[in-house]
């Protein structure tokens, strides 16, 4: 089911940036996953509402940075410093209740927005 909608995917090279957007936020909790072919889906960075609050997967962590618009009711990931491994398919969701890592405490999810990164 396809309750939120992801933007701003494409093809880097190794080093480059890139942002990706989410929306509608809500007043919630919005977390973003990745997951690569034959891959598990793996935990990226969550931001609380209204925002003051960031968690980021070890993997990314000084690396990427989660904001958001409460205006716009849109969530940003900026990503830095790509690399090959972060080649995914990346999804945000919104939480309804549970660890914020968790994909079951997630209840509404986006498409996912294809990134790929070339050495």
């Known amino acids: 089911q396809v309750q939120l909608v992801e933007s701003g995917g494409g093809l880097v090279q190794a080093g480059a940036s890139l942002t990706l957007s989410c929306a509608p936020s809500?007043?919630?909790?919005i977390a973003w996953f990745r997951q690569a072919p034959g891959k598990g889906r793996e935990f990226v960075a969550a931001i609380s509402w209204p925002g003051t609050k960031t968690k980021y997967g070890s993997s990314v962590k000084g690396r990427f940075a989660v904001s958001r618009d409460n205006i716009k009711e849109t969530v940003a990931l900026q990503m830095n410093a790509l690399r090959p491994e972060d080649t995914a398919t990346y999804y945000c969701?919104?939480?309804?209740?549970?660890?914020?890592?968790?994909?079951?405490?997630?209840?509404?999810w986006g498409q996912g927005a294809q990134v790929t990164v070339s050495s």
């Open positions: 809500g007043r919630t909790t």
């Open positions: 969701a919104a939480l309804i209740g549970g660890d914020y890592d968790a994909e079951s405490s997630y209840g509404y």
